[in-house]
């Protein structure tokens, strides 16, 4: 009996969760680039921040990590842009995702801090479900399970190898 609810809920909710899944694949794929600018597009930004910023406060208030090239006058040149000290006028560019793309990594990296932390949860529990009711999938006796068995096998060696690499 045991063996029938797991097959039913498994194929369910796999069904469900295709498009969450196919989300989650997608992004992760993109996020091993994020140290590159592999899809991103340049946007052009303007912001008022508080006047008289120096050096060190200038990063946190544009919430990005910036390197100061140099300081002349009333202007700090920064990567990629400039702030007005008097002004308080930044003018930079930074590289982005493409809307959506962006939306999707930020579904991805969700903490605790974030609304969508619960879709999380339950999307890491579903896969641990797949994970477990795989083995209700076929009985214990029949050759297809025991062929499975070998590529779990090789499937925990090959994780406990890139653990270690």
């Not at 590159?36 to 990063?59: C, I, R, S, V, Y």
């Not at 009333?74 to 930044?90: M, P, Q, R, S």
């Not at 096998?153 to 653990?163: R, Y």
Request: charged content about 20%.
């Amino acid at each position: 009996m045991t063996s029938k609810w797991m097959r039913v809920i498994h194929r369910y909710l796999g069904f469900f969760l295709a498009g969450i899944m196919a989300m989650y694949a997608l992004s992760g794929m993109v996020m091993i680039y994020r140290t590159t600018d592999f899809l991103k597009e340049e946007k052009h930004m303007q912001k008022t921040l508080e006047p008289g910023l120096n050096a060190e406060g200038l990063g946190p208030a544009l919430r990005m990590r910036l390197q100061v090239q140099k300081e002349e006058g009333d202007l700090i040149y920064f990567n990629d842009g400039t702030y007005n000290k008097v002004t308080g006028e930044a003018d930079y560019t930074v590289k982005e995702l493409p809307t959506l793309l962006h939306k999707m990594e930020t579904i991805h990296k969700a903490t605790v801090n974030s609304p969508l932390y619960f879709l999380n949860i339950f999307f890491g529990l579903s896969l641990l479900f797949f994970v477990i009711s795989t083995f209700w999938m076929f009985a214990p006796q029949t050759k297809i399970f025991k062929k499975g068995l070998w590529f779990t096998a090789g499937g925990i060696v090959l994780t406990i190898i890139l653990l270690y690499v």
